[in-house]
């Protein structure tokens, strides 16, 4: 049983570049994710001070006294710029979701090829098992009959 070498994958630097490469994507992911959670959290404060506004419109236009022209005109535009904002984020939210999903596509065809890898790893380990044991079996087999063959002529 002099034959103890161990296993070595020769395929290990891809593993590990597509491992590495896999937890950039992740990391990028993350960070998508993040951009994505931020931009939604200004669309809901633009959205709950557009319904402040709507309120104010409808409260002071219901009002016994009317709203003079100054204030009509203030209450207008700041509608409209909380609109354009509105509009203005939706898409850019659009546009990270997008890149969010094709970015998902990504993660998913590179956790496949991390996967691939490992499974061929896996497998050529278990054939260098299997031939290792096959080895010293045939080694022990041969010692054995070595032996028993000094035994018969004594």
């Known amino acids: 049983m002099s034959n103890k070498r161990r296993f070595e994958y020769s395929l290990q630097p891809v593993l590990l ?4 490469d896999h ?8 960070e998508v994710n993040s951009l994505l959670a ?19 419109w409808s409260r002071l236009s219901n009002a016994s006294h009317h ?9 207008t535009r700041y509608i409209h710029d909380l ?14 979701e997008e890149r969010r999903d094709l970015l998902i596509s990504r993660v ?9 890898v490992e499974q ?14 096959s080895g010293d079996f045939k080694e022990a087999d041969d010692h054995w009959s070595t032996l028993q063959a000094g035994t018969e002529k004594g």
């Open 17 to 20: 570049t597509r491992k590495w």
């Open 120 to 133: 061929h790893r896996d497998q050529m380990k278990e054939d260098f098992v299997k031939l290792r044991l």
């Open 67 to 75: 709203l003079n022209v100054d204030s009509f005109t203030v209450l």
């Open 108 to 116: 998913v065809a590179s956790q496949r090829g991390v996967e691939s």
């Open 83 to 96: 609109a354009s904002q509105r509009l203005a984020q939706e898409l850019e939210i659009a546009a990270v």
């Open 23 to 30: 937890d950039a994507l992740l990391s990028e992911l993350n």
């Open 38 to 56: 931020e931009k939604n959290s200004t669309l809901a404060d633009i959205k709950k001070s557009s319904d402040l506004a709507a309120e104010d």
